[in-house]
């Protein structure tokens, strides 16, 4: 693009640059949270078919995201990380439109599989921080990029909650909007950060996806990390994709109670991630952090799902602090183990893992609040996907502890 010669090269105040992208985009999606359950069920009749479908839709979502999201990565580190910044922002834009459009379940499956092909911001973004950071301050850097990102989710999902119990369709267009001011605001303000000098050759082997998630599963140095990653992204991913559903069926939440939650979700993100995460770098170390994090997680989904009273959600949300700074501290300890030229690739493989988890979550955990759709809202096993979402943030711990044990990395339990 002729305005890529114009622009300045990025610096480490550019940073700024990308956490307005990514705080807008997370905006634009987080709009969408607490009316895509619902919009669904527009089409399909009765709570079970509602959660077959939106898993159905969450999963084809999360295929097309982890068959392109680690090919964008690599193309990054080959034609630059801005190019590839701002064709995910248009086609988050077409994504919304067309699902705000949408006359049949069709269209909205034709949404989800643009949105997927399309949204790499958060790895590129990732490997834009990168660039730009020290080896000491990447994951700060990835932490203010978290804030961002959970900034978005401040704003968002009430807002989103808000516009969808005047109009269902109304948050898209909201969406469509910010993406399309997003689009615009790169286009012109954000440098590149990728010198052209540390771009490696192209090689097509590279855009594949399960050829660069081998790669990283085949690295010895960090595998431990690399499965713990996935092992939390799991579970993150389990409850991102039920939760709408879950707190409808026992609590009754209507967009905006659903909105006002995942407002505490992303106000506690940012206080942790854009406040407090450099502090607590400092006085644990992000191995002893990242521990901490996934413990506090464990206990929190547990709570989820053994929750009574729709309050109580709010006070688990609130008292999930550290496991908000568990993902900086892991993702910082891989950013470290690879050089420049390949933090596209390395940022794009763990976004695939989250991607992976995403085909399989959801119809995972839909199937299961399907499975107990019958049961009194009352009844504890109706918490039975948040429970696998505890299990699995346990292993993640125990794997993280045993990598950090191998590498003679000092734990909580040490000190």
Excluded at 111 to 137: F, K, L, W
Aim: hydrophobic content about 50%; some cysteine.
């Amino acid at each position: 693009m002729t305005s890529t010669t114009t622009v300045p090269q990025a610096s480490s105040g550019n940073l700024n640059f990308v956490l307005v992208c990514v705080f807008i985009d997370m905006l634009g999606i987080g709009l969408i949270v607490p009316v895509l359950p619902l919009l669904v069920g527009q089409f399909v009749e009765g709570p079970d078919m509602r959660a077959l479908w939106y898993g159905v839709l969450a999963t084809v979502f999360g295929l097309l995201q982890f068959l392109f999201m680690p090919a964008l990565g690599a193309l990054s580190d080959r034609v630059g990380r801005r190019p590839v910044l701002l064709y995910s922002m248009g086609g988050m834009c077409l994504n919304f439109l067309v699902t705000a459009w949408a006359p049949s379940l069709a269209w909205l499956f034709l949404g989800r599989v643009i949105g997927g092909m399309s949204s790499a911001s958060m790895s590129v973004a990732s490997a834009y921080a990168s660039d730009i950071s020290t080896r000491e301050n990447r994951a700060k850097s990835f932490g203010k990029i978290g804030a961002a990102f959970g900034l978005g989710f401040i704003c968002g999902p009430m807002l989103g909650g808000v516009l969808g119990e005047t109009n269902l369709h109304l948050p898209f267009y909201v969406a469509a909007a910010l993406s399309g001011a997003n689009l615009v605001y790169g286009y012109f303000f954000v440098p590149e950060s990728l010198a052209p000098g540390a771009r490696p050759p192209f090689a097509w082997a590279r855009l594949n996806p399960f050829t660069a998630l081998m790669r990283l599963v085949r690295r010895q140095d960090i595998r431990g990390l690399v499965v713990a990653v996935f092992l939390a992204t799991f579970a993150q991913m389990m409850l991102q994709s039920t939760w709408v559903l879950y707190t409808t069926f026992r609590f009754d939440w209507t967009p905006r109670d659903n909105g006002i939650a995942l407002f505490c979700v992303g106000l506690t993100s940012v206080i942790v991630q854009a406040g407090l995460l450099g502090v607590l770098i400092r006085r644990y170390g992000e191995p002893r952090l990242a521990l901490l994090g996934l413990g506090s997680g464990a206990m929190a989904y547990a709570a989820y799902g053994l929750a009574t009273e729709g309050w109580m959600m709010y006070v688990f949300i609130m008292c999930n602090v550290l496991a908000y700074a568990a993902g900086p501290a892991l993702q910082g300890l891989v950013s470290k183990s690879s050089p420049p030229e390949q933090q596209g690739e390395l940022m794009g493989s763990l976004q695939a893992i989250g991607s992976l988890a995403v085909i399989i979550t959801p119809l995972l955990g839909t199937g299961i609040l399907s499975a107990v759709s019958h049961l009194p809202q009352s009844d504890w096993r109706v918490g039975s996907s948040f429970y696998l979402c505890a299990f699995m943030q346990l292993l993640a711990l125990i794997v993280a502890w045993r990598y950090f044990k191998g590498h003679h990395v000092k734990t909580p339990a040490d000190t």
